[in-house]
């Protein structure tokens, strides 16, 4: 006190109360003070003591009143150093289990906040071995309604538990708590009866808007106390008097909070000025194995007791909020009572019958680092939990149901009903997706989707040694896939390497096919072989490089030394990754002046390749393909990588092996290209490729040659097949013909079953995404029949007509497949309206004259550009043409006169030219007073049709006559313009 003057915090000091209170008193007395540090005069000093003894008076004769000052309680003092606090604790009821070594200490801190309470169980427990150590969970309660109903929830309603206010021995001062006490730790009764499970201190709400930090002007009762799984029970069925308000979402929040915290043992550690109910913080490294495995036991039976998906959806958006708050406030270290407070804010509690809530105003002190730690402890705790974390790849392997989706992505069926719907398919939960639409909707939440086709053909599947080859292996040559982006010189290498010109044969310049060709090299004396798989680098045949790499020993990545890492370049790289397939690089094209061949190995080292030189294992050697510069060094390579891969196959064995191409061919029937990976193929065998059977009548190898046999890692062209098979089937050799056929058969059988299956999915979807297009009116289709050389070529095609935008004009494919245009097909496009289209391919005898009769269009190609430039122009065809506004000029008008229909703008053409019937936008300043159409235009008295600029003019409008001096008339017309494809 200095000259009768008295400063806050002594006075506060003096009558046992926090300064908080004290200035609260202040202001309800109209007493200037702003902080504890404020001084007032003696006279306001004694007005304040008269108060807070009046105030104590009223409250210990009606204790559920609550006043505002609150005097602190002398048995806590005692006990513990009082922390600044801003809640206090009522009860805590701690339940003690019957270990001897485990007495209940009698008291809680008394100046332990809601938020805090955690922690000070924390802390009792180590400081006093009176806690159980298994003890600590507290549990989030959820609230009474209100504020009277809260007595009764205190108590455990079916066990002779004490009463929070009767009967706790240890329980300090609770009933006669003079002030309103926000919080009570209500003192832990013993309770002998009860076995010595561990229990957990239970932190019970009273009140809703407590949960939620709002300042009703009602007290904050919060209370803590251990229950019993018996108590739990009990607590969590709902009473009748007490009914449980279905949770709100911030309610729900903290319940689902409460009720998958693993580690709720732990206390909060932060007291708060409003009454928030934070996720508590573990301090793990105190607890023990013990504890932990109690928890985690606790944990799953409460877990059991909440939607764990429902909790898991609330935490995420509890997170985004939090993220977003962080971002608005720019405050990143606000802790785990703002996190609460903020989203109670986020979504603020519906009115209560009294008043409503008041606005919460937002903490200012925040502890650093809290958040954050909240934050990882609460993905901790998830993982802990083993709850379905969200994939971030799947591989789908077939249509599958919504359902099925769902617990594949983890992700709620709704969710995905609601996205379907939004994209104008409807489905149900049973409904079965084909694959495309899963994909779709699995891409949609941000997963990778891989399908089961891509998988296998990525991957180097093919164990082609039997326990049997093992006895009988010796080496054979490596199959080396030439990789790269397009125009690297991947042809141009290999035609380098083979002394033939492949690529100036080709149309477009762009490789069509997979070729197999086979190089001797003379390597250390040695005559030595090279198979080469030669793969196109142009994106559309994505799916035709996955193949090579599958088969393949060695990658050979193709980098252009003066255009560097690409694209395909990185897709080239993460094949050969999948497959587990070495990698040498060739950097070409390095006679050229602007190669920079240190860039790329530079780049490439981004994508895990580093050099040898530079102390990696990726060999990379400079080459120029045009020179022949390095070749030879290259092949050296290729066969010391193939020496250390150890490649053996057994030649005695029957032919096992690839489909590399297949096609068919007008003279010679289908005709496969296979790769032998084992075995030896000869001509007479029975071969099963896929589903097809096959006798061998003819091989041809690479050179054109007929040859008899083929050892392991040679490819030949095979005559002789029933069918085409499919590229990328293995194929296998029978010693008897029937069991070949029959094998075949059933694949075939198989194979049917399987496709109708998706075909039955697909069309599901499809149809009923169709239909919700058709009610719209804006679904276009183009049909299409794509008949090509070979399916590779196919396959590049329809992957690139995929890419489309097909969001317009929907492209249908009704038939793809390799070999010649027949009548048939012509027959097909006529019947359904479509667009015939051949990819070097010809067309059979009468297919032309068909077509002409039919009047169905057949287009050929041999580029794959200008055939999908024809495509885009021929779905642009189907959109409505759109009306695009083409200028005519501008008059000014100069005079208004009134006539007997209205009023006459008389006018300037000051630009261009006015037409009558023309389309006007007339404004006035920045505004547009009309639109419409010109109705009469005149020259002097005489009806024009037009008037160019420089000349004066009549204007009339039918229904407008509001014109005025300076008014400025657009004269435009509209034109019809075709429209460009959008985007997806
Ligand atoms: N200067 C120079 N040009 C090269 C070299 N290698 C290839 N080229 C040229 O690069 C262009 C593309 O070569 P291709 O062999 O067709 O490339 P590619 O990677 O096979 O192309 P796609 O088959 O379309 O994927 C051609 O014009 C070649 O002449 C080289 O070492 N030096």
């Not at 005097?71 to 270990?99: D, G």
């Not at 990696?616 to 120029?624: A, F, K, Q, R």
């Amino acid at each position: 006190m200095n000259n009768g003057k008295v400063r806050i915090y002594e006075l506060s000091k003096d009558l046992g109360l926090e300064n908080k209170d004290i200035l609260t008193i202040c202001e309800r007395l109209e007493i200037a003070a702003k902080s504890h540090s404020s001084t007032i005069t003696g006279e306001d000093a004694q007005r304040i003591r008269n108060e807070v003894k009046e105030t104590s008076g009223k409250l210990l004769s009606k204790p559920t009143k609550p006043s505002p000052p609150r005097p602190r309680k002398p048995a806590a003092k005692s006990k513990e150093t009082p922390r600044p606090k801003k809640q206090q604790i009522l009860e805590i009821r701690r339940h003690r289990p019957k270990s001897a070594t485990a007495p209940t200490p009698p008291t809680a801190p008394e100046s332990t906040a809601v938020d805090t309470a955690e922690e000070s169980v924390a802390e009792t427990t180590s400081s006093r071995p009176a806690v159980p150590s298994t003890l600590p969970k507290p549990k989030l309660k959820r609230p009474g309604s209100s504020a009277e109903e809260s007595p009764e929830l205190v108590g455990p309603p079916t066990t002779p538990a004490p009463n929070a206010e009767a009967t706790a021995p240890a329980k300090p001062e609770a009933p006669t708590a003079p002030a309103k006490p926000d919080v009570e730790l209500v003192g832990p009764p013993e309770r002998p009866t009860k076995p010595a499970k561990p229990t957990r201190p239970v932190l019970k709400k009273r009140d809703r808007s407590d949960a939620r930090g709002e300042d009703d002007g009602q007290p904050k009762r919060i209370e803590i106390r251990e229950i019993d799984d018996e108590d739990e029970t009990t607590l969590l069925k709902p009473k009748p008097e007490l009914k449980r308000p279905r949770p709100k979402r911030s309610d729900a929040l903290k319940e689902a909070e409460d009720s998958t915290d693993e580690d709720s043992a732990s206390a909060p550690d932060t007291v708060t000025e409003e009454p928030i109910l934070r996720r508590p913080s573990p301090p793990r490294h105190k607890r023990k194995p013990k504890e932990r495995e109690d928890d985690e036991q606790e944990q799953q039976k409460t877990t059991k007791k909440t939607k764990r998906r429902g909790n898991d959806l609330l935490k995420d958006q509890e997170e985004e909020i939090l993220a977003d708050l962080d971002e608005v406030t720019g405050d990143s270290n606000s802790n785990g009572a703002s996190a609460a407070l903020s989203m109670s804010l986020a979504r603020p509690p519906k009115p209560k019958s009294k008043g409503g809530p008041k606005p919460v105003s937002t903490p200012k002190s925040h502890k650093p680092q809290q958040r954050d730690g909240n934050r990882n402890q609460r993905r901790d705790r998830r993982n802990q939990n083993n709850e379905p974390e969200r994939p971030e790849m799947i591989t789908l392997r077939g249509g599958l149901s919504v359902h099925e989706l769902a617990n594949q992505i983890v992700v709620p069926e709704t969710e995905i009903i609601k996205l379907l719907f939004f994209k104008g398919i409807a489905t149900n939960i049973n409904q079965t997706l084909d694959v495309e639409t899963a994909k779709m909707v699995a891409e949609e939440f941000e997963i990778l989707v891989e399908t089961a086709e891509q998988e296998s053909e990525a991957k180097k599947v093919t164990e082609m040694l039997s326990v049997e080859d093992l006895e009988n292996l010796s080496k054979r040559p490596p199959v080396v896939t030439i990789m790269g982006h397009v125009d690297h010189g991947k042809t141009t290498l290999l035609d380098s390497i083979r002394e033939t010109k492949v690529a100036q044969g080709e149309a477009g310049g762009i490789t069509q096919h997979i070729g197999a060709y086979h190089v001797d090299v003379t390597h250390d004396g040695n005559q030595q072989q090279i198979v080469f798989l030669d793969t196109p680098g142009h994106e559309a045949f994505t799916a035709m490089r996955a193949r090579g790499t599958r088969v393949t020993d060695i990658a050979i990545l193709v980098v252009a030394a003066d255009d560097g890492v690409r694209p395909q370049t990185i897709e080239a790289i993460s094949h050969a990754k999948a497959a587990e397939v070495p990698i040498v690089v060739a950097i070409n094209k390095i006679d050229k002046e602007s190669a920079q061949p240190d860039r790329v190995k530079q780049e490439l080292m981004e994508h895990g390749l580093v050099p040898e030189e530079w102390g990696g294992e990726t060999i990379m050697v400079p080459v120029s393909a045009i020179n022949g510069d390095n070749l030879d060094t290259l092949l050296e390579m290729i066969l010391l990588v193939s020496e250390v891969e150890d490649l053996h196959a057994n030649p005695d064995s029957l032919a096992k092996g690839t489909i590399i191409e297949a096609n068919l061919d007008k003279a010679r029937g289908p005709v496969a290209s296979l790769l032998v990976q084992n075995g030896t193929l000869r001509v007479g065998d029975s071969v099963v490729a896929g589903s097809v059977f096959g006798k061998v009548r003819a091989m041809i190898d690479d050179r054109g040659d007929r040859v008899k046999e083929a050892t392991p890692s040679f490819a030949v062209e095979v005559l002789g097949l029933n069918d085409v098979p499919a590229a990328g089937d293995e194929f296998e050799v029978f010693a008897d013909e029937r069991e070949a056929r029959s094998v075949a058969d059933s694949r075939s059988d198989e194979q049917r079953r399987s496709r109708l299956q998706q075909a039955m999915a697909s069309r599901r979807v499809t149809l009923s995404s169709l239909s919700a297009k058709a009610q719209e009116g804006d679904l276009k289709e183009l049909n299409i029949i794509l008949k090509a050389d070979v399916q590779g070529s196919v396959e590049a095609i329809l992957a690139a007509l995929q890419q489309m935008p097909q969001n317009e004009v929907q492209i249908r494919v009704l038939l793809g497949a390799p070999g010649e245009i027949s009548e048939t097909d012509v027959d097909l496009a006529a019947a359904s309206g479509a667009v015939l289209i051949g990819f070097n391919t010809t067309l059979a005898s009468g297919a032309r004259q068909a077509a002409d009769r039919q009047g169905v269009d057949v287009r050929d190609y041999d580029i794959i550009y200008n055939l999908l430039d024809d495509i885009q122009g021929a779905m642009e065809g189907l959109l409505e043409p759109e009306l695009v506004e083409e200028p005519l000029g501008t008059v000014e008008v100069r005079a208004v006169f009134s006539v007997r229909k209205g009023t006459v703008a008389g006018s300037y053409v000051t630009e261009g030219k006015v037409t009558r019937n023309c389309h006007i936008r007339v404004r006035r300043g920045n505004d547009v007073v009309y639109q419409g159409t010109l109705d009469s235009l005149k020259r002097m008295k005489d009806d024009v049709k037009e008037v160019a600029s420089g000349f004066e003019c009549g204007i009339g409008v039918d229904n407008f006559n509001g014109w005025q001096e300076g008014d400025r008339i657009e004269a435009y017309k509209l034109v019809t313009q075709r429209r460009k494809l959008s985007p997806v």
